[in-house]
């Protein structure tokens, strides 16, 4: 096997002086009858050539892949500069384990210590961990660790939160003691309809997503002073964070506790993951926080460096008593949206999300125009949508996929069977002009 | 440092904020291509922010390539030697998976497509099930944790809803439900973390001086009644094979009780042994470990939970399911635990882990393993006369050994490690597992040859002698570093957690 | 080294044969998918290998990863800090570009494809030639030469062929026609050799002692009526542009001879002069200079040759020529100086010259013009009270610098260079231009921003310093690299040029 | 413009501290007259996003590049492993200059001297040089060298050398008082045939190539005994080096000097360039060799390293009397050329070579059995070999391409008028056999 150094000679000769006759006589240990007789039924070996197009003729198969496409709802199709690719391909980054030993990990130490600074400018916070899974692990960790810090059971989560990240949740808390109320959608707005009468002193924390799943653009300020008032936590959720570069931050309204998906900053779509979990809460809550944290630390000559710091909080210091099970979490997914944010820099960042924001609002209008379609929702928007259609939605657009080679958006039926006629279009710098004015067409013909 | 030491550019680079200068830019978009709203339509004042992102940095690319370049040579890598971290299974990460990973039709697919339009991916994910399967010896399988903790949490999540559909408990009779879970004392920190968030009340059991699961406390325990199962990790986490895995799985079945297997350490079993053969009724999977999916300085990871067919109506959805030649994710499974991730979990890892299958082949999978195995064992051969060696049994794929000969001088694990550093080896494993002081786990894996391993050999035997006759150099190591070791205490005493311009610092 | 330094296994990377051991493979090629031929059918023995490839090493695929990831580690490169080579311009290396040379539908591309069926590739390179005139203001180009000496090979033979066309000179009365071309003392070496390999008889134009062409020179040496031309490069080497450059075009041309352009010093003029405008006949470019193609640690180059519309007939064939929609290549030519090069030129650094043209667009091109001679002014103004300065003309993209103020306490340039590497630099040119004893040539290009031009002043100020009060510093220097200065006169005297096994060596 | 780190208004202060004003100023050195006035008509700057589109789109244009071919002729479609051009991607290796400082570039200094033993090895020569251009101007400057070191001006080289290796060669000597001769080629064989007369004590070396540009393997034994028994040299130019996994090296038969072209070692084809010149000759003549040449040096405490050497040999040192005017080589092509043949190994060549032979004796017997279809030469092939077609070739090959979608070969008229219906054709270990069984049945319909 050529992944392998030692040949079948040279591993012979290293048995032997062992005083082996057999590679079998290493696994004696292994009860016979537990030991596998034959080979594993899996294919033989392919050589590079043919592996590489076995893959090519399956990636051939995903169409939707080579398609322009108006899918959002918590993965967008972002351009990443070419280099956050190439940076992070360098063998020092991909193949390095995690930093345990801080002398020959500094650069994946101070990276992660960049990461947590750009994660707290971008959402507002104080603090930030080094990264989650993804957004939807970072919200249930989010409604633990508001538990551990309010002490209080219940949780109140909008119904407009992803209801994939709902779902996640509720299976983290199952065990934990929490129960999870839902808030409401106001039918016409399209934000949070909040229930005063649901916030008494048993909550911990009210969770909302910003923009929401239907893309409205929640009141964050107000949401967080009533929340404060019941002495609950306000915990954002935001599954598109290149908002963050034109929305007000979580932390200026008064979040206590982000938890994002930090997908949009340079990561691949990729078919759902790996993305990164953007995890951040103020400066008082930090010994809550789940996951790992990168501080600096000195050395006897005075010099600055980083290391992992707070451990007493995680599971291989305090076992069953840590706050999170979480061990290894997106370190190289983190360094990409690092080498991103980076590269865009301040006014990068700001101007794709001017972009998405234009281009969303000239397809609303665009689409609004198309006879038959309306737009249900009036709060403000980023970049994302909710479309009426004349017909059932899950049909329309595979009309509009076979017919017109475009993914017009996504069915909101399957997660919200009342709403058979409604699908979410999200628009990003990537979708051209020709390409909105495509699916407006395509929507009043297809 | 003398006076030869300088300051040197690319051992001291800032960071990336502190080489930010207002006005570069590193990025262009074209120009917008629709009519302008004006921004006030857009979205009122309020909503938008205030802060025109104050502090993060504004440079050009070249900035931004020399910054992340120049930190880069601070990492140690796989690429320049032997990364031998118990437990860890730091092989080689092969570029052709990364360059699979990357195939625009796999990179640029959308979660939420039609599956009709995604059926490769699909097929993807569903030929590693089984091929995963095919290697645990368990048929049920979900690839959505992310990593070998999330795998774990699932894992006993499922154990627990096993066990209350099948003790048919209703929620008001919570408490007399089986709520303990036995993890050996050796067990990583992930396993009774993962219990305690499904749950579950820890039991520790005791590990044998051969360092082996003490059968009679796992006996002992198992006679309370209230025993949910069993986290085992096998090959342990001293590197043993639990050779009794088999009476283990029987107590804890008889007990009532489910096997959780850790399946951390599987890169001493596959295509030689199956747990599923063993006894094991689910397990977890670090493809990043095993699989050789790059760790990334800390992940992604990816942690698929393989179960037997009793098991498998509780696996999280969607599964991924073939019906004839289509492929399905299928969400109907009312006995299920749940989602655990949004959509289908670290998809680009098991592309990965496929390539890494289908390259090596069913032979080269075994001949990986047994290679792994015969490194550590000349390890161990080679270095028992040095160092103490807590248990006597030949080991797996890593081989613990500990301090104890060399505290004497005052020379502990710690220093140990540190001093490899200079000799161009990344240390082992350290403090890990806690059941013996001093510990240092060394894991070679089948990704280094024979030489490399003799010079480890000799830098280890030479930091013993060293210990006895120079421990002060053992003692400050490493003297090759950029930085020495760092104040680790005081910087948890007073954390700054992130950067901020001027003076201000967070602290928590 | 002291007792700190180990035999590191990354700073101890032996040679590759070295680390071969016989058995290991690599590589894996699918099965052979048609019947086999016995071996003596397909080619009889006597023109088999006898040797079994004898020597070549076997090797793992992370034995060849790891070799050359270690042996990487030993450079310096762009990505780590500034590379102020004069002459060199070392520019930032856009990854972007790499990415446009790899796209399939390029890298794939036969040569001898039918050019139907290259369409693209032809656009692009005539694209390229479009700018490129544009650029130089000279309407003629070739892409063929594979680098700068080749372009200047190129060049001077199209020169030839023009004269002899122009003077109607038969080959019975070669030794009549024009066989002299000019070029200054401080022209790069390639001049010369170029020259000669064209059948010219070289003679050196003196500088003045404000780093120019001496006119008074070149007007004696063009009056004996044999000169060719004069191969000038502007701004010259020691950084100067040289004002006079109409007065020296016209003389030469008055004289009947033509002006070659040494291009490799674009960088300083590239959007705010054009040599054709000058008077220059007949240029190359350094694409791995001015247009950012990465130099590879000494290649691969691209050295296209401009020329005015009368030289064209006499570019290398075949030429890239548009006909409507339509490329073509074109070989009708009868005055061509023929064929430099097997196929077009060094197509893959086409691709990239166009990318970097394309990604700055006009205003881009001189903009990045203007901060690489402002950065160079900048260097010029803070060393010139520390370093002797040997021109007081402003610089252009380079400036010019000497150890005269060194040499007192026995520091040579040469020292000075090895002691930057100490800071994190790689070193200036030195000793070149040799028109001035200790020449040190430093070329900061663009891509490098205002701080780090500031620490690399520091460093020189600092090395200044040392040189007065502590000379042995650097003397001996550098002291942070994993040897130190080689014995490059022994080498020469004795040469070894390749590994043989055991003791054979190849001297020569 | 982003590649640009110092701002427009970080610029401007430099400026100013400079005692200027704008910058133009910086050209005050420029006689006004010269100066261009207003913008270059180059195009503006695109973004990353629109100019990978464009490339994209130019590449789409290159039909050639997609279809299964069995072009060769100088330029070989073999298989890299991945890791090849993974390496030479690393910045260590692709932003690095000429190793002029040997302290900071023993990284490319050993890669060469490795690559110099490798081309030794596979040549069967005593030194090789650190690359040249390319194969075509690796054998100019071989001629050039011929007569340095022989002191005779006539070269003699057969008819069967590469076209364009000729014409570039004619190029070279065109000033260097040298006359090329030709050696015409056996009408049967397909080899060079020896013309005794021609080789007087005037000739400095015979240049053949081998395998020939019609694939025959040349029979290089004979013809080095020969040509020294006039005193002359043999100059052996291989353009397919893949060949010398399996062929008897130019230095086991007796070769003075080669010339080879190193693109099937790991190099893609790239429309022609840039590829790899190997350049070997026997230890007496070391000091002839045109280009770089990396050797051994041990610094003061005796560690072994590596330098540039035998430097009084070139341009920059002997400026009009270096042995070449070469500079700038193929350093990082060399290198790539380094990984693939330490990846593949002693083995790995092998096999690669023997795959190519077999592949072109079962393509061979195929096309043979094809009605009409010919095979005009009987010399042993490697795998090129000239096939004749019972029409004109080249309107043969373009209807092959147009109707089956296969690049069928290279027609010869285009260099031997005299050949119209003959044509090349080239089989790799990258052609499967399915590519080979639609080529024959592809001839016997086009
Ligand atoms: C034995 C063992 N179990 C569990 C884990 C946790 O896996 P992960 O880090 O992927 O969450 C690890 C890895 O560190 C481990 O070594
Ligand atoms: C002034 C000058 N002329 C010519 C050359 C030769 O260019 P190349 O190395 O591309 O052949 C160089 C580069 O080293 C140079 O600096």
Known sequence: MRYIPNSPEERQEMLHALGLNSAEELFDSIPADALLRGPLKTPAALSEIELLERFESLAAKNAAARRPSFLGAGAYSHYAPTIVDSLIQRSEFFTAYTPYQPEISQGTLQAIFEFQTLVCQLTGMDVANASMYDGSTAMAEAVLMAERVTRRSRVLVSAAVHPEYMQVTETYVAHAGIELGRLGVDAETGRTAFDDAALDKTVAAVVVQSPNFFGCVEDLKALADRAHAAGALLVVVVTESASLGLLRSPGACGADIVAAEGQSLGVPLSFGGPYVGLFATREQYARQMPGRLVGIAYDREGRRGFVLTLATREQHIRREKATSNICTNEGLIALAATIYMTTLGRKGLQEVAAQCAQKAAYARRRIAAVEGFSLPFSAPVFNEFVVRAPVEAAGLLRRLAAEHNLTGGLALSPFFPERPNDFLVCVTETNKRGEIDALAAGLGTA | ?508
């Open chain 2, 1 to 508: 440092m003398d006076k030869k030491a300088t300051p040197h550019i690319t051992q001291n680079e800032a960071l990336i904020f502190e080489r930010s200068q207002t006005g570069r830019c590193g990025y262009r978009l074209p120009a917008l291509d629709v009519e302008e709203t004006p921004l006030d339509e857009l979205l009122p004042a309020d909503l938008r922010r205030e802060d025109d992102l104050e502090g993060v940095p504004e440079l050009s690319e070249p900035d931004v390539v020399r910054h992340f370049t120049r930190i880069s040579t601070w990492n140690y890598n796989i690429d320049l030697g032997l990364y031998p971290l118990g437990s860890c299974t730091m092989k080689y990460n092969s570029r052709l998976n990364e360059r699979v990973a990357r195939i625009p039709g796999f990179a640029n697919l959308h979660p939420l497509a039609d599956v009709e339009d995604a059926q490769g991916a699909l097929e993807v994910m569903h030929e590693l099930q089984q091929h995963l399967a095919e290697i645990t010896g368990l048929p049920g399988i979900s690839l959505q944790p992310a990593a070998g903790a999330h795998g774990e949490m699932t894992g006993v999540m499922m154990i627990r809803a096993f066990l209350d559909a099948r003790d048919g408990a209703g929620v008001e009779e919570g408490d007399k439900r089986r709520r303990v879970m036995l993890i050996p004392d050796s067990a990583h920190g992930t396993n009774p973390a993962s219990a305690h968030l499904s749950g579950f009340n820890v039991k520790a059991i005791r590990s044998t001086s051969e360092g082996l699961t003490d059968l009679t406390h796992l006996r002992e325990l198992c006679a309370s009644g209230d025993v949910a199962g069993l986290m085992l990790t096998n090959p342990n986490t001293c590197g043993i094979f639990e050779r009794n895995i088999r009476e283990i799985c029987r107590i804890v079945h008889e007990a009532g009780g489910l096997v959780y297997m850790d399946g951390a350490n599987m890169n001493a079993l596959v295509g030689v042994a199956r747990p599923g053969d063993m006894g094991v009724d689910v397990i977890h999977l670090n493809l990043h470990k095993t699989f050789s999916t790059p760790h990334g300085g800390g992940g992604p990871g990816s942690g698929p939970c393989c179960c037997t067919s009793e098991l498998e109506p509780f696996l999280p959805v969607p599964r991924v399911t073939r019906e004839g030649e289509r492929f399905r994710l299928d969400s109907e499974r009312p006995q299920t635990v749940g989602r655990v991730k949004a959509f289908y979990g670290n998809f680009g890892m098991h592309l990965r882990a496929l390539s890494y299958i289908l390259t090596h082949g069913n032979d080269g999978l075994r001949e990986a393993t047994e290679a792994a195995v015969l490194n550590a064992r000349f390890i161990a051969d080679s270095l028992s006369d040095t160092f103490d060696k807590p248990f006597d049994s030949p080991p797996m794929h890593e081989v613990l050994f500990t301090d104890k000969r060399q505290t004497r001088k005052g020379v502990h694990t710690l220093d140990i490690a540190k001093r490899l550093i200079d000799f161009g080896f990344h240390p082992m494993t350290i403090y890990f597992p806690l059941i013996v002081q001093g510990a240092m786990l060394i894991e070679p894996t089948e990704s280094v040859g024979r030489a490399e391993l003799q010079q480890f050999v000799e830098a280890m035997k030479e930091i013993a002698r060293e210990a006895i006759e120079d421990a002060d150099t053992v003692l400050n190591a490493p003297h090759t570093t950029r930085i020495g070791r760092l104040d680790e205490a005081a910087a948890a005493r007073k954390p700054v957690l992130r950067w901020r311009p001027a003076e201000k610092t967070a602290t928590a």
